[in-house]
């Protein structure tokens, strides 16, 4: 078959045998022949997932791949596109289907297909699956959110980070899975492409240098059953950190104190750039080239408006040597750049036109100052003060309204507010910053007594855990905004309990984090 570029009009072929399989299975129910391939082997090892819910639609994802861990990173599929029914209904028996269509899976997206399923009915459930090749997918949950100009009572959703799958058994997803949820957003490091092994689970490769290796990655990562689940739970807000491409990357530049890649950096990141996108639930056409813009906003009635960053693409290199320490010669340079000018730009616009309750800053890297002693993580906002305080300045001026900075990265929980003078520490609180531990990834054991101590008797720091895995659970009302820390037992056994280890609540109008 010809690669065809998925956004090219169907040809009349393509199109007669599309609209004859729908109507095909449209009319014969869960029994659905969409003929040509056949494949032995059931597909959907991958799971499903939906993403990025608007109130009248959300992007429905799947990925065939019977084989998921083919070294060539295919997935086990043959060199062909493969059409995928998709079937959205109000009812897990799918007795009362309301959109149903066919895409078409193509290698060279990995047999990934991405669905924008539109005229749905705002703020409802609906239930989705896909069949192809002869075989029929799990059933995954989705929920559109709520017109921008209604006034929900309430959002509850889940913030997660860092998931490295050597370290730890995924039973935080197990435990998102059990909470009832409208969303989750996860805020970076899905994968890590190192080749580190961990305690409980091999990468099965090392360090990744190509398209096949981060392919071979994601179809490790998206294996893991508690993953599936929690993705089949509710609809995902993905964006990236570093772990995505390469650790500490900035911009265009790879870690200097790292093994050059076998790849020229800009290729690799295109590479990943490209993989991230044919396994996640987002609403973006496919990459081309090494640039891909996902930052963007999304709001929840006029409670919430969420502006979903990139603090990796456009950022400047780090200074001083990217390395945990004193600061050196020169710091701060006022010129480096977190986001770029042009998402900065759209960061302000899209808050100075926000009329909701919260806004939201989901991001990766801890944006509140976090000095341990003199030493400074120069991948945190600490790195690029100036950018830091623009943003500061940006939201104390134009006085935006209860404004919450989500974040991970760090593997460890955190709550604390940014004061007015984000030198001296001083001064009353502007916005509260919410840390979600890793879901597996752990803080090095050495330092985590000593952070903590340091950390949590910051001024303006609250609460600093580098103990347990877990993720934030938040019930955002009219009101108030109730942040529950969820730490699980364990990483290293397949099972876990989980309960709660603190629980802070921001009131409308007072944006420091009180004890629950
Ligand atoms: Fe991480
Ligand atoms: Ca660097």
Same mark, same amino acid.
């Given at each position: ?67 998921? &861990? ?57 239930? %989705? ?67 580190? +092994? ?27 059953? +508690? *993953? ?16 995505? =491409? ?15 890649? $076998? &790849? ?19 609403? $973006? ?12 906003? $999304?709001? %929840? ?37 977190? &986001? ?10 899209? *808050? ?6 919260? +806004? ?14 003199? *030493? ?41 507010? &940014? ?10 609180? *502007? ?29 303006? =720091? ?9 993720? =934030? ?36 109008? +007072? ?6």
């Amino acid at each position: 078959m010809s690669r065809r570029d998925l956004r090219a009009p169907l040809s009349r072929r393509e199109f007669l045998h599309l609209a004859m399989t729908t109507a095909a299975v449209a009319g014969a129910g869960a029994a659905c022949d969409l003929g040509g391939l056949v494949l032995a082997d059931w597909p959907f090892t991958l799971g499903v997932a939906s993403g990025d819910p608007l109130a009248d639609r959300v992007v429905l994802w799947t990925r065939l791949a019977p084989d998921p &861990l083919a070294p060539d990173g295919a997935g086990g599929m043959p060199d062909q596109t493969v059409p995928v029914f998709w079937e959205v209904a109000h009812d897990e028996a799918f007795r009362q289907v309301v959109r149903s269509g066919a895409a078409i899976a193509h290698p060279s997206l990995a047999h990934s297909v991405h669905v924008d399923v539109n005229g749905l009915a705002p703020d409802r459930w609906y239930f %989705y699956r896909f069949q192809a090749a002869g075989h029929v997918s799990p059933v995954g949950r989705a929920r559109t959110f709520p017109r921008a100009d209604a006034a929900p009572a309430l959002a509850r959703f889940a913030t997660a980070s860092c998931q490295h799958y050597a370290s730890g058994y995924y039973t935080a997803h197990a435990a998102i899975a059990q909470e009832d949820l409208d969303f989750v957003a996860f805020l970076g490091d899905y994968i890590y492409e190192s080749g580190a +092994n961990g305690p409980v689970r091999s990468h099965m490769s090392g360090r990744i240098e190509s398209l096949a290796g981060y392919r071979h990655r994601y179809g490790l990562y998206k294996s893991d059953a +508690n *993953l599936q689940a929690a993705h089949l739970l509710c609809p995902w807000i993905v964006t990236w950190d570093d772990h995505e =491409v390469a650790n500490n990357y900035a911009g265009d530049s790879f870690d200097v104190n790292a093994t050059p890649p $076998l &790849l020229p950096f800009l290729e690799l990141r295109a590479a990943a750039y490209q993989a991230w996108y044919e396994h996640q639930p987002v609403r $973006l056409l496919p990459p081309k080239g090494s640039n891909l813009r996902i930052y963007r906003s $999304l709001d %929840y009635g006029d409670l919430a408006r969420l502006m979903v960053l990139d603090s990796r693409q456009y950022r400047s290199d780090q200074e001083c040597n990217d390395v945990l320490g004193p600061e050196c010669p020169g710091f701060p340079d006022p010129d480096k750049t977190m &986001l770029g000018a042009a998402q900065e730009a759209w960061l302000f616009d899209g *808050l100075a036109a926000s009329a909701a309750r919260w +806004n939201v800053l989901a991001q990766q890297v801890v944006f509140a100052p976090t000095p341990i002693g003199d *030493l400074r993580n120069f991948d945190q906002w600490d790195g690029y003060p100036a950018a830091r305080q623009r943003i500061h300045d940006f939201l104390q001026g134009a006085a935006i309204r209860n404004p919450v900075v989500l974040t991970g990265d760090i593997h460890a929980a955190g709550a604390g507010w &940014l004061p007015t003078d984000m030198v001296q520490l001083t001064g009353p609180a *502007l916005a509260t910053e919410l840390v979600a531990t890793g879901i597996s990834s752990t803080f090095p054991a050495a330092l985590a007594q000593l952070a903590k101590d340091i950390i949590e008797a910051l001024p303006h =720091v609250d609460f600093f855990d580098p103990f347990g895995r877990g993720y =934030v659970r938040h019930e955002v009302s009219r009101d108030e905004w109730r942040a529950d820390f969820r730490v699980v037992s364990t990483v290293t056994e397949p099972t876990a309990t989980v309960a709660t280890a603190t629980s802070f609540v921001i009131e409308d109008g +007072n944006p420091a984090p009180q004890p629950a």
